[in-house]
T-cell receptor, first 114, second 110 residues
Framework: GAVVSQHPSRVICKSGTSVKIECRSL??????MFWYRQFPKQSLMLMAT?????????EQGVEKDKFLINHASLTLSTLTVTSAHPEDSSFYIC??????????FGPGTRLTVT | QQPVQSPQAVILREGEDAVINCSSS?????VHWYRQKHGEAPVFLMI?????EQKGHEKISASFNEKKQQSSLYLTASQLSYSGTYFC???????????FGAGTILRVKS
């Protein structure tokens, strides 16, 4: 299967600061990547679809000014959580579909806002 | 619209079989199955496409009933390593994004 990496795996930040999470496709090019958020014992909720070279498409209820997505190259998408608050603490996972069918997830980033 | 998974949880002894169901109220193009262990990201198991064949490898297989918009995941002769939360992700005919069910917690005991 395809390999998707994320960095960092864990991050702790103070309330009001911003955090950037990187998602990379290691062995394929990804024109589209997906960002999910998962709260403890809950399902994966799609936040946005990241499109290389264009604006991201956000799901209903997701604040695009708070969760900034940049897909600057065919192998890198970044998610920046701006002015983070404790309620933003969650498991953030990116994914990509190298052939358009199977979708592979990165290892995830656990964000804790204190 | 989120697909509905059943059961919510199941406990098995090693060697027993289990079936996890996933149903949608809208027409589907594909159904994806994943297993997630605590603290880790979901791992891809298999994908079933509309018009495609039943999939399977070793003791894990799945089917897709297009008329009923339902998919089932079959786990036979379960092993301890099968423990985790199983998610189905569905894709509609006109979209390229997956919507995931609430998950089924599977626990295999020795």
């Amino acid at each position: 299967g395809a390999v998707v990496s994320q960095h960092p795996s864990r991050v702790i930040c103070k309330s009001g600061t911003s955090v950037k999470i990187e998602c990379r496709s290691l062995d394929f090019q990804a024109t589209t990547m997906f960002w999910y958020r998962q709260f403890p014992k809950q399902s994966l909720m799609l936040m946005a679809t990241s499109n290389e070279g264009s604006k991201a498409t956000y799901e209903q209820g997701v604040e695009k000014d708070k969760f900034l997505i940049n897909h600057a190259s065919l192998t890198l998408s970044t998610l920046t959580v701006t002015s983070a608050h404790p309620e933003d603490s969650s498991f953030y996972i990116c994914s990509a579909r190298p052939q358009g069918y199977e979708q592979y997830f990165g290892p995830g980033t656990r964000l804790t806002v204190t | 619209q989120q697909p509905v998974q059943s059961p919510q949880a199941v406990i098995l002894r090693e060697g027993e079989d289990a079936v996890i169901n996933c149903s949608s109220s809208k027409a589907l193009y594909s159904v994806h199955w994943y297993r997630q262990k605590h603290g880790e990201a979901p791992v891809f198991l298999m994908i079933l496409l509309k018009g495609g064949e039943q999939k399977g490898h070793e003791k894990i297989s799945a089917s897709f009933n297009e008329k009923k918009q339902q998919s089932s995941l079959y786990l036979t002769a379960s092993q301890l390593s099968y423990s985790g939360t199983y998610f189905c992700g569905t894709e509609g005919e006109y979209g390229n994004k997956l919507v995931f069910g609430a998950g089924t917690i599977l626990r295999v005991k020795s």
